[in-house]
């Protein structure tokens, strides 16, 4: 039997450092387990930062991998008052068909900017030096140690670390997920959606109409569209106040459009139209809805 107090650490390696990966990190380092996080991108890559809303199984993951204080500054970033509401579903013509916020069953979720919550996340992990970027997964290998199997992983510039257990952490087309066999992410090529973010100024916040208190979403003919104002807490008051000095102060909204590749007009594939040809077939999906939307 062998003597427990030579064995090396247990130790876990998270490809990616995203939100999930980036989440479990700190919850391993809460908890005094030895990680290392490898990411492919950049450490200051540039990248959009789109509004996700937060429900209440994330707060139940964020209280057991954070701390109070990081989960207060995480909070104080979440969007108050102007979009804070569940999303009202409306049909094409912009008739109000349901509000699932006055149902006593629906769980209330929070929104906030995708780039400031993933910074805020990394932010201890980059002082503990625990991610390390620009190492794109390659593969992995079981190898046979002296107490116990451990994990090889390979990495694209010819380095490697070893691990007792390696997380998937990668995203939608996880090179660990292929390579374990699950293959169980399939990419639907009939139906597309696409997504944009935009900053916007309080002055044409405030003319929007309906005002901008809840999300917008509708789903009809096999499409759907959505529509939000993202406004942090601090912006609020400056918000419910038409005097404010800095008129051009910026939220942000996101809009998101979805529909079926085949009701198109246009007889060329969608991936050969330019950005510009891919917005002006979508705007044509929509010609018969409410010009509100």
Same mark, same amino acid.
């Given at each position: ?13 998270? $490809?990616?450092? @995203?939100?999930?990966?980036?989440? %479990? /990190? ?12 490898? +990411?492919? &991108? ?9 509004? =996700?809303?937060? @429900? ?17 500054? !995480?909070? #104080? ?8 509401? /569940?999303? =009202? ?7 109000? !068909? ?19 919550? &993933? ?11 625990? =991610?390390?970027?620009? #190492? ?15 994990? /090889? ?11 007792? =257990?390696?997380? /998937?952490?990668? *995203? ?12 169980? !992410? +399939? +990419? !639907? ?14 002055? $044409? ?13 509708? %789903? ?7 529509? &939000? $104002?993202?406004?942090? @807490? ?21 809009? *998101? ?34 010009? #509100?939307?």
């Amino acid at each position: 039997m062998s003597n427990s107090a030579t064995q090396p650490p247990f130790k876990v390696i998270i $490809v990616g450092a @995203g939100l999930a990966g980036s989440l %479990l /990190a700190n919850g391993l380092a809460r908890h005094n387990v030895d990680f290392e996080v490898y +990411e492919r &991108q950049e450490k200051n890559s540039k990248r959009e930062g789109y509004q =996700i809303r937060l @429900g209440e199984a994330t707060f139940i993951g964020m209280r057991a991998c954070l701390d109070q204080d990081q989960i207060d500054s !995480i909070s #104080k970033h979440f969007g108050r008052s102007v979009s804070s509401q /569940a999303p =009202i579903l409306y049909d094409k013509h912009f008739r109000k !068909i349901f509000e699932p916020g006055l149902d006593p069953n629906y769980t209330q979720s929070s929104p906030i900017s995708r780039v400031i919550l &993933q910074n805020a996340l990394r932010e201890p992990l980059d002082t503990m030096s625990k =991610i390390h970027y620009q #190492k794109k997964f390659k593969d992995f290998e079981i190898c046979p140690g002296l107490h116990r199997d451990i994990v /090889a992983v390979n990495f694209d510039d010819g380095t490697s670390d070893v691990c007792d =257990i390696l997380l /998937a952490a990668d *995203g939608n087309n996880s090179q660990i997920n292929n390579l374990c066999g699950l293959n169980n !992410i +399939e +990419e !639907i090529s009939s139906f597309r959606s696409f997504l944009t973010r935009c900053d916007l100024p309080l002055s $044409v916040c405030r003319r929007l109409s309906p005002d901008p208190s809840s999300p917008i979403a509708t %789903l009809q003919d096999g499409k759907t569209l959505y529509f &939000q $104002v993202y406004m942090p @807490g601090d912006m609020t008051a400056r918000f419910e106040n038409a005097d404010a000095e800095n008129e051009e102060e910026l939220a942000s909204c996101m809009l *998101g459009v979805g529909f079926f590749v085949d009701r198109m007009a246009t007889s060329r594939s969608f991936e050969s139209l330019s950005q510009a040809e891919k917005w002006d077939a979508v705007d044509h999906l929509f010609w018969d809805w409410s010009p #509100k939307q």
